[in-house]
């Protein structure tokens, strides 16, 4: 038996999924990739002189070469970044918030580069810690939701900063502590950490950790299915007709103009069927006259066991399974929620 669902029994909403990955400098062969990049000129430029950061994953061995990376970064991030200029044709990629959001590369920079795989749909913001150590010492980096990365151990000062619209004569301790550091751009998995001060080896001194949490969005799915009294009070189950002959009726093979020599690979033996299910294959099935008398009492109503869901064409998309067998009332309305995501 089938029926037509309501647009207001059908619902779709999303939700979001973070999973939390931690990676070191020992992993950067599977998907976590620190780069240097730095700025100067393409004036008789040899490749070989740059500053070269060379990524080895399996046996394969890549070189990324210093001032290309500083150029593709500033080129799409920092360049064309003004906090009075958002709508600018060449407004950069990567902005959650400009207003809450400060920029500047540093003529040396650490790019933390990490897949997709490892990321979702976006880096979680407020989810990034990176600790490193260099030059002795151990920087808890963190990033504050908006895209800024600062040093831990400097937060309040850094609060002070941004709560100045990032005015540098607020909130800045000595060596630029304090102050934005770097950036995250959680869309495309790309950290960058100014090598200035302090943190000039950052991601390349004695080793680092970093802490993320991956985005990634369900679609979930509810369907609200309702019987009310009465409705759907016939079962399918072959088991309950006359002889176990079923409701559907096959044709002789070739009686209407096809081979249907294999309707056996669908059909239990229903030749000379027994109540242990063994018996001959049949050419053709002719469906019950009648059920089983033990099912036409009033007192017998049947068991939901599954439920499928059709589209407009009849097709069925989804099948659904009660935890157990949920028996359906002569008197009450039953319903039941179908859910399932994407």
Aim: proline share 4%; glycine share 10%.
């Amino acid at each position: 038996m089938f029926k037509t669902l309501e647009s207001s029994d059908k619902s779709r909403r999303v939700i979001e999924t973070f999973k939390s990955f931690l990676s070191t400098n020992n992993d950067s062969g599977s998907g976590v990739y620190a780069i240097k990049a730095r700025s100067g000129s393409y004036h008789n430029y040899v490749s070989s002189s740059d500053e070269i950061t060379t990524i080895t994953s399996g046996s394969i061995s890549t070189n990324f070469f210093g001032l290309p990376t500083w150029n593709l970064i500033n080129t799409k991030y920092y360049r064309f970044f003004s906090l009075n200029t958002p709508k600018n044709a060449y407004f950069p990629f990567g902005i959650e918030n400009y207003s809450q959001q400060s920029r500047s590369l540093y003529l040396s920079s650490s790019v933390f580069s990490i897949t997709r795989d490892l990321y979702g749909e976006e880096i979680k913001p407020g989810s990034v810690k990176l600790s490193d150590t260099s030059n002795g010492q151990t920087w808890d980096i963190r990033d504050d939701g908006d895209g800024n990365l600062f040093d831990f151990a400097h937060s309040a000062s850094f609060a002070a900063h941004k709560s100045s619209s990032f005015d540098m004569n607020q909130g800045i301790d000595a060596q630029g502590s304090g102050s934005v550091i770097g950036n995250v751009f959680y869309k495309e998995g790309l950290m960058v950490v100014n090598q200035q001060g302090s943190y000039k080896d950052v991601g390349f001194g004695t080793g680092y950790t970093l802490e993320h949490q991956a985005t990634h969005k369900i679609q979930e799915y509810e369907y609200v299915l309702r019987a009310p009294a009465g409705e759907f009070n016939m079962s399918s189950n072959i088991s309950t007709t006359k002889d176990r002959a079923g409701l559907t009726r096959v044709p002789e093979p070739g009686s209407v103009g096809e081979d249907r020599s294999w309707v056996y690979n669908l059909f239990p033996p229903g030749d000379q069927p027994t109540l242990s299910g063994t018996g001959s294959f049949a050419t053709k099935y002719t469906p019950a006259s009648h059920s089983i008398n033990e099912i036409t009492g009033s007192t017998w109503y049947p068991y939901v066991t599954q439920i499928g869901l059709y589209d407009d064409e009849g097709d069925l998309i989804a099948v659904a399974k009660p935890g157990q067998p949920v028996k359906l009332s002569s008197t009450l309305s039953t319903t039941f929620v179908v859910r399932f995501d994407t």
